[in-house]
């Protein structure tokens, strides 16, 4: 998902068993809001949610990279949106990425859809959306295993 003002990721699609279900049923608790809070700003890293639920937090992340004050009020609300971190260099990079996709299906109903995504894998993006941007290759450290692959 590539807009206007952010870009998210890590909608993953994997041959392993184990990673699929680690990104797609695994829940991460949310953060605590800081007092004061982390501002809202071009390079802020954060999870995505899955709707109005606590503890919703899965494998998907987005960065923002727009300063404009009215669009980053949309952020902050949801108890999931907690700032964890933030580029410090190379936002050059994230906004040349193709945005002529746009939103996800439903918001929008020409764009990606996250379930075919997830449930058809890399042949669906490929065949479908030939522009989309994505990783080659990631890395996942899980708690006391050594590094699993996905391609």
Not at 128 to 144: A, N, Q, W, Y
Request: hydrophobic content about 30%.
């Amino acid at each position: 998902r590539v807009t206007e003002y952010l870009v998210q990721f890590g909608i993953g699609y994997t041959q392993s068993d184990e990673l699929w279900e680690l990104a797609h049923h695994a829940k991460i608790s949310d953060d605590p809001k800081l007092d004061p809070p982390i501002p809202f700003e071009e390079g802020t890293i954060m999870f995505a949610g899955n709707g109005k639920k606590k503890n919703s937090r899965r494998s998907e992340l987005f960065i923002l990279y727009d300063n404009d004050d009215e669009i980053m009020k949309k952020f902050g609300n949801n108890t999931w949106e907690t700032p964890i971190g933030k580029v410090v260099d190379g936002m050059s990079a994230l906004r040349s990425l193709y945005r002529g996709y746009g939103e996800l299906k439903p918001v929008n109903e020409n764009g990606p859809d996250a379930f075919k995504i997830k449930h058809v894998g890399r042949s669906y993006v490929e065949d479908t959306f030939p522009l989309m941007d994505h990783s080659k290759r990631c890395h996942v450290k899980i708690e006391g295993k050594g590094p699993k692959h996905q391609h």
